[in-house]
Every structure is written in structure tokens, then in C-alpha cells.
């Protein structure tokens, strides 16, 4: 299981940079970390890049779930 943090789309190259640094920035203090941690949940950070690359890997296996078990939106 994986979790991130996406914006609109549009959202300024610049925004994105600076919420992004300080995501990774928070993510290294060691008591947030130790929250994380005892949660079961390894903090790791990374880029906007990283994220889009593990969505779109992700994705595919996703929806092919979602077809074989049927699952529709209510």
C-alpha cells in the first residue's frame, strides 16, 4: 500500500515545488517519522515525478480488479 498527495491539476510548477520540499522536509523529522513508524507506515518522500510514475504503474492492476470483480460507483 502506498499513499500520496496530489493537487489539482493546473496547480504552478512553483506551488508544487514548495509544497513537495516541505512534505519531504516534515517527513525526515524524527518524531514525525516515529508517528509513521508506529502507525506501520514507512514515511519515504520523493518527487512529483516518483508519484507519477507509481500511478501510472499501479493504475493498469487497479482496473483490472475493479473489471473481473464488477465493482461499479454508486
Request: hydrophobic share 45%; proline share 9%.
Amino acid at each position: 500500500m502506498w499513499w500520496g498527495i496530489v493537487g489539482p491539476a493546473g496547480l504552478p510548477p512553483a506551488v508544487v515545488t514548495r509544497l513537495n520540499d516541505a512534505i519531504n522536509t516534515a517527513l525526515q523529522s524524527p518524531e514525525l517519522r516515529a508517528n509513521f513508524l508506529n502507525l506501520g507506515i514507512e514515511p519515504r518522500g520523493g518527487t512529483p515525478g516518483n508519484l507519477a510514475k507509481l500511478l501510472s504503474e499501479d493504475a493498469p492492476r487497479w482496473f483490472e480488479i475493479i473489471r473481473l470483480t464488477g465493482i461499479k460507483l454508486e
